[in-house]
C-alpha cells in the first residue's frame, strides 16, 4: 500500500519560532511537493523537489524553504513562523511518468 | 480570472440522484485532468483522471472532458451519503515540467 506519512498531524508554535514539516513517502516516487491548504483559496505550492538536492519554488514560497537530502524525504521550513503561516500543510508525491498525486494526512499549524 | 475555476457549493443532492460537478480552466495548453476526493479533516485522493475529449467512466463516477470549451466535469451516478465530501478539480500544465493547478473544491452533500 503506496504511503506518505508526515511527522505531525497538530503543531501549535509561537510567532518567530523556526518550523519544521517533514514528509516521507516509501513509493521511490521523483518529485515531491508542499502545499497549503486554506478555506476558499484551494491547495496552493509552496515548494516542489524533481529530485534529490533539487526544489523549485511554487506560487507562494515566502517565508518558507525546503529541504530534499534523500529521495524519500522532503522538508519544509518556516524560517520564522508567522500567524498568517496557520493552514493545513499536506505533502505530496508523484513518479514523473504518472501524475497522479499522492497526499499525506496533513499538518495543521496553529501560529499563535 | 482563476486558473482553475470550480462552483464552491455546497450542492445538496437526494442520495440515488446523478450529482454534477463542473470545472473550468484559462490555460488552453492543460494536458490531463484530476478529480480528487477530500472528507472533511483527511487529505485528497484521487477518484478519477482524464486525458482526452469525451467521457471516461468508473464505476459510479463519469469525468467529461471539452478542451474547446475548456471545462471538464464530474457525474456521480446513484449518488450515496459517503460520497458526501469536497471534490478538487486539478489540472496539469506545461510549464517547465508538468505543474498541477487545483481549484479550490465544490462541497457535495447528498441527504439519506
Known amino acids: 500500500d503506496v504511503k506518505v506519512t508526515q511527522s505531525s498531524r497538530y503543531l501549535v508554535k509561537r510567532t518567530g519560532e523556526k518550523v519544521f514539516l517533514e514528509c516521507v513517502q516509501d513509493?521511490?516516487?521523483?518529485?515531491m511537493f508542499w502545499y497549503r491548504q486554506d478555506p476558499g483559496l484551494g491547495l496552493r505550492l509552496i515548494y516542489f523537489?524533481?529530485?534529490?538536492?533539487?526544489?523549485e519554488k511554487g506560487d507562494i514560497p515566502e517565508g518558507y524553504s525546503v529541504s530534499r537530502e534523500k529521495k524519500e524525504r522532503f522538508s519544509l521550513i518556516l524560517e520564522s513562523a508567522s500567524t498568517n503561516q496557520t493552514s493545513m500543510y499536506l505533502c505530496?508525491?508523484?513518479?514523473?511518468?504518472?501524475?497522479?498525486?499522492?497526499f499525506g494526512p496533513g499538518t495543521r499549524l496553529t501560529v499563535l | 480570472q482563476k486558473e482553475v475555476e470550480q462552483n464552491s457549493g455546497p450542492l445538496s443532492v437526494p442520495e440515488g440522484a446523478i450529482a454534477s460537478l463542473n470545472c473550468t480552466y484559462s490555460?488552453?495548453?492543460?494536458?490531463?485532468f484530476f478529480w480528487y476526493r477530500q472528507y472533511s479533516g483527511k487529505s485528497p485522493e484521487l477518484i478519477m483522471f482524464?486525458?482526452?475529449?469525451g467521457d471516461k467512466e468508473d464505476g459510479r463516477f463519469t469525468a467529461q472532458l471539452n478542451k474547446a470549451s475548456q471545462y471538464v466535469s464530474l457525474l456521480i451516478r446513484d449518488s450515496q451519503p459517503s460520497d458526501s465530501a469536497t471534490y478538487l478539480c486539478?489540472?496539469?500544465?506545461?510549464?517547465?515540467?508538468?505543474?498541477?493547478?487545483f481549484g479550490a473544491g465544490t462541497r457535495l452533500f447528498v441527504k439519506a
Open positions: 523537489s524533481y529530485d534529490v538536492k533539487m526544489k
Open positions: 505530496a508525491s508523484n513518479r514523473r511518468a504518472n501524475n497522479e498525486q499522492f
Open positions: 490555460d488552453r495548453g492543460s494536458q490531463s
Open positions: 486539478a489540472v496539469n500544465i506545461q510549464a517547465g515540467g508538468f505543474k498541477t493547478i
Open positions: 482524464i486525458y482526452s475529449n
Open positions: 513509493m521511490d516516487h521523483e518529485n
